[in-house]
């Protein structure tokens, strides 16, 4: 027997249209403190994933600071089955990627991209 669940990560748009949508899972914060770790030297400074409360409306994110900077310089965020980069301070789109990790490559590519995965 499948247990109800609350909130569905999907929205319904049709009668027969689901439209999944994609979370920053533990995975992708483990990446992400690696990957930082890893681009100190390169100037990444800070990384931090959001996930909004279950039930809202807004979709996960990361936010990527370098070079001590007091704003955010890239927002990292799941489009479709993709990931988008976009410049956080003049709010461009840069690339949609296929990946996390090549969202995060990126930016900054500190780690192989094999080894990544």
Known sequence: MLKRRDQP??????????????RILP????LLA???EAGQR??????????????ERQ????LVWVRENSDPAYM???EGNGWL????????????????EAALHFI????????AA
Do not use: I
């Not at 995975?27 to 483990?30: G, K």
């Open 42 to 55: 390169m100037g990444l400074c800070d990384a931090s994933a959001f996930s909004p409360d279950r039930g």
């Open 59 to 62: 979709q996960d994110y990361v």
């Open 108 to 115: 900054r590519p500190v780690l192989p991209l094999v080894a």
């Open 27 to 30: 995975r992708h914060c483990a």
């Open 85 to 100: 980069v976009t410049d956080a301070v003049r709010r461009q789109p840069l690339a949609k990627l296929n990946s996390f």
């Open 9 to 22: 990560p999907f929205e319904l748009l049709a009668d027969n249209v689901v439209a999944l949508r994609q």
């Open 34 to 36: 690696r990957w930082l």
């Open 76 to 78: 990292v965020t799941p």
